[in-house]
């Protein structure tokens, strides 16, 4: 039994939604579940199939719990909406409020608060669906083209000339009205998660493929993680520091994922941050807590101990 001081009993776990990330979602969720179940919460699940706000509050009023644990990815779970209907409700959850979730999700206004705060990111311009790619005026390649607000490397892809970025464009707007193009950054690709706002070792990132895409992210078989990763102290700590920096910039509250590329110069170049990181057998922020002591019930127990109302 775990040492953590609890602040609830009556929780409900909330999953499913309408994202492009709902089958993850339901995994993540069904994990933190059965986590919260070992450590003797009272836990339901509460699937959500539709974001309609009246649904979602007869839903959650009829289970009436203390606190919800929201294992929801993309969509309405991380962009605040479903924040803004908590608050409503006064029932504290866990992760971030609703602007920090907002800003969080929409890669460019990221990107823009990074910048405002002196973060080193990559340099990228937003397109919307412009008649003819292939005049955008952006000639750094290789680079990164992907949907604004989506995650888990939905319609995400890494091109090496500009005959590829009509096409690259076409396949992000499937899945979002406006897209970002983005230097690509050589080097390793790491991430640090932060658990009580602060960064827990920093995780090495090695595909088998040729980038971390969703294929990737939910098998084991096909990535190799390293944790701590194999860097130089100084660098790691500096990596840490600027991952709690974008954090606290995005004002994201006790957890988050930070995922960073390290250049071949050994500068660390902030990607995004993740409000609400995957929660399963693969997922990263896990990895991380594990090598800083804590296992995924801990993990789970202290993410819910840390809920508050109006973030």
Same mark, same amino acid.
């Given at each position: +039994?775990? @040492?953590?001081?609890?602040?609830?009993?009556?929780?409900?776990?909330?999953?499913?939604?309408?994202?492009?990330?709902?089958?993850?979602?339901?995994?993540?969720?069904?994990?933190?579940? #059965?986590?919260?179940?070992?450590?003797?919460?009272?836990?339901?699940?509460?699937?959500?199939?539709?974001?309609?706000? @009246?649904?979602?509050?007869?839903?959650?009023?009829?289970?009436?719990?203390?606190?919800?644990?929201?294992?929801?990815?993309? #969509?309405?779970?991380?962009? #605040?909406?479903?924040?803004?209907?908590?608050?409503?409700?006064?029932?504290?959850?866990?992760?971030?409020? /609703?602007?920090?979730s907002l800003d969080a999700m929409n890669?460019?206004?990221?990107?823009?608060?990074?910048?405002?705060?002196?973060?080193?990111?990559?340099?990228?311009?937003?397109?919307?669906?412009?008649?003819?790619?292939?005049?955008?005026?952006?000639?750094?390649?290789?680079?990164?083209?992907? /949907?604004?607000?989506?995650?888990?490397?939905?319609?995400?892809?890494?091109?090496?000339?500009?005959?590829?970025?009509?096409?690259?464009?076409?396949?992000?707007?499937?899945?979002?009205?406006?897209?970002?193009?983005?230097?690509?950054?050589?080097?390793?690709?790491?991430?640090?998660?932060?658990?009580?706002?602060?960064?827990?070792?920093?995780?090495?990132?090695?595909?088998?493929?040729?980038?971390?895409?969703?294929?990737?992210?939910?098998?084991?078989?096909?990535?190799?993680?390293?944790? /701590?990763?194999?860097?130089?102290?100084?660098?790691?700590?500096?990596?840490?520091? +600027?991952?709690?920096?974008?954090?606290?910039?995005?004002?994201?509250?006790?957890?988050?994922?930070?995922?960073?590329?390290?250049?071949?110069?050994?500068?660390?170049?902030?990607?995004?941050?993740?409000?609400?990181?995957?929660?399963?057998?693969?997922?990263?922020? /896990?990895?991380?807590?594990?090598?800083?002591?804590?296992?995924?019930?801990?993990?789970?127990?202290?993410?819910? @101990?840390?809920?508050?109302?109006?973030?």
């Amino acid at each position: +039994m775990s @040492n953590i001081k609890r602040k609830f009993n009556n929780v409900s776990v909330l999953m499913g939604g309408e994202s492009e990330e709902r089958d993850i979602s339901l995994i993540s969720g069904k994990a933190v579940l #059965g986590s919260l179940k070992k450590r003797g919460y009272e836990v339901t699940s509460c699937i959500l199939d539709s974001i309609d706000k @009246n649904t979602i509050m007869e839903k959650i009023s009829k289970l009436k719990p203390e606190a919800i644990f929201i294992a929801m990815h993309g #969509g309405a779970g991380e962009d #605040g909406r479903i924040q803004r209907i908590l608050e409503e409700l006064k029932i504290p959850y866990t992760g971030s409020g /609703p602007k920090a979730s907002l800003d969080a999700m929409n890669k460019v206004r990221s990107k823009e608060i990074f910048i405002e705060n002196g973060i080193l990111t990559a340099d990228y311009i937003a397109v919307d669906n412009v008649e003819n790619k292939l005049l955008i005026n952006f000639d750094n390649f290789p680079c990164v083209v992907k /949907p604004v607000s989506q995650g888990s490397s939905v319609g995400l892809s890494i091109i090496r000339s500009k005959n590829e970025l009509d096409d690259a464009i076409k396949e992000a707007l499937k899945h979002d009205v406006q897209v970002m193009i983005a230097s690509y950054i050589s080097g390793k690709e790491v991430t640090v998660g932060m658990l009580d706002d602060e960064p827990l070792p920093v995780l090495e990132i090695v595909p088998h493929r040729d980038f971390y895409d969703f294929q990737a992210k939910y098998d084991d078989e096909l990535t190799k993680y390293v944790v /701590p990763a194999e860097i130089e102290d100084e660098l790691s700590k500096k990596t840490q520091a +600027m991952a709690k920096k974008a954090h606290n910039a995005l004002g994201c509250d006790y957890f988050s994922r930070v995922d960073l590329r390290i250049s071949t110069d050994n500068k660390p170049y902030i990607l995004e941050v993740n409000t609400i990181p995957g929660l399963t057998s693969h997922s990263l922020l /896990p990895k991380a807590a594990l090598e800083a002591g804590y296992d995924f019930c801990d993990l789970c127990e202290k993410i819910l @101990n840390s809920s508050g109302i109006m973030k």
